[in-house]
């Protein structure tokens, strides 16, 4: 693929994401949303289907309904590319589909430019990344790495109705989930996908490589004051709770900031008990939540916040805590990243290494096959809304480095 051809296929990317993001179970509203076995879920991936067959790959859906487009190589050894084909609620139209629909139109035109790779390829749409209808967090990955048990499909919608009846019901063959499991033939993954941050789209820059997806520290955390009238009580009286969270969420924030310039901590859940007007609550419960790709980094925060939480009490305040959730960073595989870089450089695309903010199907795949994730920009960082937006040159820039790199890593002896 040329330069100059990727601002056409950024284009022929956009009508597809466009004809794509119209399949929706909520029309009427600028937000899409498609689900797990819902009819807009059939109509996309039928959709997809018929680009894959033009393309010239043969299609089949796994037992769990991950949609895969093979192009027969020399050996049976494969290159899987592809992200997922499912929205959040109210989503938009380029999150997730766009690495399908950029994976489909990069082997769709070395296909047609007469390429004929030693490993085989495949392009694959995942099933229910988001977990936007069962609260099961990326099964269509974990399907593909033999990590999804028929067990975990008991699991019901809001509507009572479990999973496992529904993939029954369209001849899923649940009991047999194990099925779906690539790791015997798939020796690497890529996913292209939209980086949903603003620093590319900020900085001017058309690929991020990723280095590491982030990971993740959770604390829950009760702050315990005095309960009282907030007419009658003079400040020097009080525990005010509430002004003891104050405090420590500045101190956390400074901690984390003085760390890492990776780092990040959010306050987005707090109950205030009883969270009256004309009370000084008795307790405030909120929970931390913090990330960093960089995994020291993240244990140091981690500590960090520990400590100060730790020597909070006292003075009338007591303060409860628990650390609930550790997920580590997942490095991507750099060998690929290398290669992937070389590729964007060949392209003199304006790039920069970086970590992802939020999770992706890549990360759990990772762990199994050797993955790597080339990011391209949101515009104004927008994403899991109806905003979403990526410039077709962009789309075509991406295309133009996961063709260059499937033609330097498939082609390889
Ligand atoms: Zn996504």
């Known amino acids: 693929m040329k330069y100059h051809e990727t601002l056409d296929r950024g284009s022929e990317i956009e009508n597809r994401l466009n004809e794509l993001g119209k399949i929706s179970d909520t029309p009427g509203v600028p937000g899409i949303w498609r689900a797990i076995l819902t009819d807009s879920d059939f109509r996309g991936k039928s959709l997809i289907r018929s680009w894959m067959e033009e393309a010239g790959l043969n299609v089949r859906e796994d037992v769990f309904g991950n949609l895969i487009g093979r192009l027969e190589g020399e050996v049976p050894e494969t290159i899987m590319v592809g992200s997922h084909v499912d929205t959040v609620k109210d989503g938009g139209k380029y999150d997730g589909a766009c690495g399908v629909v950029t994976a489909i139109e990069a082997v769709g035109a070395l296909v047609k430019n007469g390429w004929k790779p030693y490993y085989s390829v495949e392009v694959v749409g995942i099933e229910e990344e988001e977990g936007s209808r069962f609260d099961l967090s990326y099964p269509g990955s974990y399907a593909l790495v033999g990590k999804l048990s028929p067990e975990e499909l008991a699991i019901c919608d809001e509507e009572g109705t479990a999973l496992k009846d529904l993939m029954e019901e369209r001849g899923y063959d649940w009991k047999n989930i194990a099925k779906a499991d690539v790791r015997s033939y798939v020796k690497e993954f890529m996913e292209l996908h939209v980086e949903q941050g603003a620093v590319l789209d900020r900085e001017g820059l058309s690929i991020g490589l990723v280095e590491n997806i982030t990971g993740m520290v959770d604390f829950d955390v009760t702050v315990h004051g005095e309960q009282n009238h907030a007419g009658t009580t003079p400040m020097y009286l009080r525990k005010d709770p509430m002004v003891k969270t104050a405090e420590l969420i ?143 040159e962009d789309l075509g820039r991406g295309c133009e480095v996961l063709g260059r790199m499937l033609v330097k890593r498939a082609s390889e002896k």
């Open 250 to 392: 500045l101190k956390l924030t400074e901690a984390v900031k003085s760390i890492s310039s990776t780092g990040v901590i959010t306050f987005g859940e707090m109950q205030l008990h009883p969270g009256v007007a004309n009370v000084i609550p008795g307790s405030v419960h909120f929970i931390v939540d913090m990330r960093d790709g960089n995994r020291e980094a993240l244990l140091k925060e981690e500590s960090a916040v520990a400590e100060i939480l730790s020597a909070a009490s006292g003075d009338g305040f007591d303060v409860e805590f628990k650390m609930y959730n550790h997920e580590d960073p997942v490095p991507m595989d750099s060998v690929l990243v290398d290669d992937l870089e070389r590729c964007v450089q060949e392209a003199s695309i304006p790039y920069k290494r970086m970590n992802s903010g939020a999770g992706h199907d890549s990360m759990i795949i990772a762990w199994e096959i050797p993955t790597c994730m080339i990011f391209i920009p949101s515009v104004n960082g927008i994403s899991h809304s109806p905003k979403e937006y990526t410039k077709p």
